[in-house]
């Protein structure tokens, strides 16, 4: 069964960054869309960015500019890099593969201080 364990989440100032790691046990990692969602209080989960198998990306808007999103197959790693933090982008952060499954992380939180 596959698990993924994120880490890297915390409590940035406003302007500063955030690196989240996402690691994957299995070996469907390789064929697998790796993306990254959040939530934040009182409001739906959103995509935050993706990327394919093939290592295409995908941005939502709010991000596009300041997040840059990356894979490591041979680590089976996803990576989120967040920079020009915004209260705004406070949330929980969930790592998620999608291949013949879908698959969830548990989830780390994400604080940005004004």
């Known amino acids: 069964q596959v698990q993924l364990v994120e880490s890297g989440g915390g409590l940035v100032q406003a302007g500063g960054s955030l690196r989240l790691s996402c690691a994957a046990s299995?070996?469907?990692?390789?064929?697998?869309?790796a993306g990254w969602y959040r939530q934040a209080p009182g409001k739906q989960r959103e995509l935050v960015a993706s990327?394919?198998?093939?290592?295409?990306?995908n941005y939502d808007d709010f991000v596009k500019g300041r997040f840059t999103i990356s894979r490591d197959n041979a680590k089976n790693t996803v990576y989120l890099q967040m920079n020009s933090l915004k209260p705004e982008d406070t949330a929980v952060y969930y790592c998620?593969?999608?291949?013949?499954?879908?698959?969830w992380g548990q989830g780390t939180q994400v604080t940005v201080s004004s």
């Open positions: 299995g070996s469907i990692f390789r064929i697998a869309t």
């Open positions: 998620n593969l999608q291949a013949i499954v879908e698959i």
């Open positions: 990327i394919n198998s093939g290592g295409s990306t």
